[in-house]
Each structure stands twice: as C-alpha cells, then as structure tokens.
C-alpha cells in the first residue's frame, strides 16, 4: 500500500526529481503511520498485500475474459432466442465473506447469471442456459479466489 501511495504520490506531481522523491517519502511514511495506527495495518498485512496483488491482477483479468465469453454466448442466445432458465445451488470451498462475496459478484458480472442468496456455504445462482449451469460445478473464479485466500493465510 505504501507503494502505491508513493507512486500516486509521483503521478499528482507529474514530474521527477530529487525534492519530490524526498517529500513523497516523508508523506508516504506519514499515511503509512495513520494508517497503522487509524486503520489496524501493519507491516505483516503490507507484505501480505504484495504477495496477493499480483494474484489480485490475475482474478480481475480472468472475471474481464469471463465476461467478454459469456456475453459472446449471450449474443447467441438473444439472436436464436433460446432462453431455458435454471435455478442450481452451489457449495463453494471459499471460508471468507469477502471470499464468497466476491465469487458472488464475479458469477453476477457474468452474463446469464445472477446469484440469488449466498447462506453460508452454499450460493443459489439463477442461469438463463441449462449449460451455464453446468459450468458451475468447475468455477475458475473460485479456484483463483482459493489461491488468494490461501496466500492470505498462509
């Protein structure tokens, strides 16, 4: 996080030179003792953070070409008018709310899916296609989501 600030530190200030690499680390240093102190980080979490961010990256480019797929399939389904909806309920292996949360989301974003409830461990996804929730069963976003969640415990 205190990477990021600095960098967005450099990006306020448009250019680079000696004065502001010096300012931008004493402001940097300053948020990154408000933050340790006003919102529980610590530098445990901070290592932690850059561990998963490039995983973070990862899953955010893999639920965007999720999308672009689904809403492909979409395009047909609207051109040939070969709606067949399906309720199915899920269990996932996700053991974090913000975990479970976020698949909940990434199967929404997908086109010809909404996620209806999630209780506990079992999620309850609304599919337009019966082959939509088929693919349920093998979710690349909670496997992706698995490995951060791992990374974050571990």
Known sequence: MALLIFMFWVVLNGRWSL??????????????????????????KEWKFYQVGPRLIMYCFTVIGEIIKANLKMCQVVYWGE????????????QTRLGKMALANAITLTPGTITLSVKGDELTIHCLRPELA?????????KKLLKIEEALRG
Do not use: N, Q
Request: charged letters at 25%; glycine letters at 6%; proline letters at 0%.
């Open 19 to 44: 004065e502001i690499t010096l300012i931008g680390a004493g402001v940097t240093a300053l948020a990154f003792v408000f933050m340790c102190a006003a919102c529980g980080w610590s530098l445990r």
């Open 134 to 142: 088929e693919k349920l069963d093998d979710l690349i976003f909670e």
């Open 83 to 94: 709606a067949d909806a399906v309720v199915r309920v899920i269990r996932t292996k996700l």
